[in-house]
């Protein structure tokens, strides 16, 4: 390995590691467009190769623009393939229906749902399946949701987890479910806490059916926050799946616990885009934004009949990074249940369209820096 430092362009430097491999040559390129953090650039000479084969470099970087190559390899440089954006993704799923048993996936008839028919999804979903999905982007590390798994089973959905990651990279850490109202709540945590790739909890709470309902939700139960209390204690955090009309009771339970981090999943639910729905879904995320233990996963942000697009979704996103900042929001792909709204590509491409004016490093936050920080991922 040889390291080298040079100037792709004036006032910017870059570090990269530079490893000779062999590899097909392609088409000759002496502009580089860079998507993520890794670039392969090669020589035009044949005279080190046979067969068409000849000798290329591989560069490392995270830098995320377009650049022209150091001019000591710009009259020998041939582009291999596109490079691909480095991503962390902060929620997904995994399931074998043949092996395990989700209600909500196997039984008759199906559940409501906010995206309505999900029969697409009623499918083994595993890491291959996954890969093929976000093939077009480089995964460094993922988060496992659970699966609303056997509520009868309790310590099944964590044991699959542990077995797949005995055998395959994916996933880097989980959030398991543990109901938190149960009597033995904190003994379920204790359990969970024993795996040490799981990160956080997510336990749904009661919520009505619509805003404007006067019934409390479920995070104002006294035996629910008996067993939220408790996640402290194992090192656990919260992933907070509930609608937009339960935020105030969000922020209610992040300043009573204000050292157990809660996580937003899937930007609370604005499925009311009416102008009205909007204005009723921002001001309850600026309520809990306020609380500094609180951040946001953007996902699941699909409409009903409705196809996934930047121009649909845009001010979502953007009113959430304004909410809570940078450093309080996470992207994440919700598959494979957002494969009923979008592809996977269509969506990554949606979210870098939307943050296209932050910078390289703000970016970088979004797509991968604060999941690996906010569950503890212990990647680089």
Wanted: charged share 20%; hydrophobic share 40%; proline share 4%.
């Amino acid at each position: 390995m040889i390291s080298n430092s040079g100037t792709f362009s004036p006032g910017l430097i870059w570090d990269s590691t530079i490893k000779l491999l062999k590899r097909a040559v392609t088409s000759e390129c002496k502009e580089v467009r860079a998507i993520g953090s890794m670039l392969a650039i090669g020589c035009n000479s044949k005279t080190e190769g046979i067969n068409g084969y000849c000798e290329f470099y591989e560069i490392h970087y995270t830098a995320i623009r377009n650049y022209r190559l150091p001019i000591y390899l710009m009259s020998t440089a041939t582009a291999l393939h596109p490079a691909k954006r480095l991503i962390v993704d902060a929620h997904h799923h995994f399931w074998d229906l043949s092996k395990n048993y989700h209600p909500w996936l196997r039984d008759e008839p199906p559940i409501a749902f906010r995206y309505g028919s999900y029969e697409s999804i009623k499918k083994n979903y595993l890491m291959t399946d996954y890969l093929h999905d976000s093939n077009k982007y480089q995964i460094q590390g993922s988060v496992y949701v659970e699966t609303e798994w056997d509520p009868s089973d309790s310590k099944g959905e964590v044991q699959y987890i542990h077995e797949l990651r005995q055998s395959q990279a994916l996933p880097t850490v989980a959030v398991m479910h543990v109901r938190l109202n149960d009597i033995d709540a904190a003994q379920k945590l204790e359990f969970q806490s024993t795996f040490d790739f799981v990160k956080s909890i997510r336990h749904k709470p009661k919520a009505n059916a619509k805003p404007g309902m006067a019934e409390e939700g479920g995070m104002m139960d006294k035996a629910w926050r008996q067993g939220f209390e408790a996640l402290n204690k194992f090192g656990l955090r919260f992933d907070l799946q509930t609608p937009w009309w339960h935020m105030h009771e969000a922020q209610s339970l992040a300043q009573a616990y204000p050292n157990t981090a809660i996580i937003i999943n899937h930007s609370g639910l604005p499925a009311d885009r009416s102008t009205e729905g909007i204005e009723a879904w921002s001001k309850a995320m600026k309520m809990v934004s306020y609380c500094p233990n609180v951040s946001v996963k953007i996902s699941g942000i699909g409409v009903q009949n409705s196809r996934w697009t930047a121009q649909a979704n845009g001010h979502i996103v953007k009113t959430l990074i304004d909410l809570f900042g940078i450093d309080r929001c996470m992207f994440a792909s919700n598959f494979p249940v957002d494969k009923i709204c979008a592809s996977y590509e269509e969506i990554f491409t949606g979210f870098e369209e939307m943050v296209s004016d932050l910078t390289v490093g703000e970016q970088d936050k979004l797509f991968r820096l604060n999941a690996i920080r906010t569950y503890d991922m212990g990647l680089v």
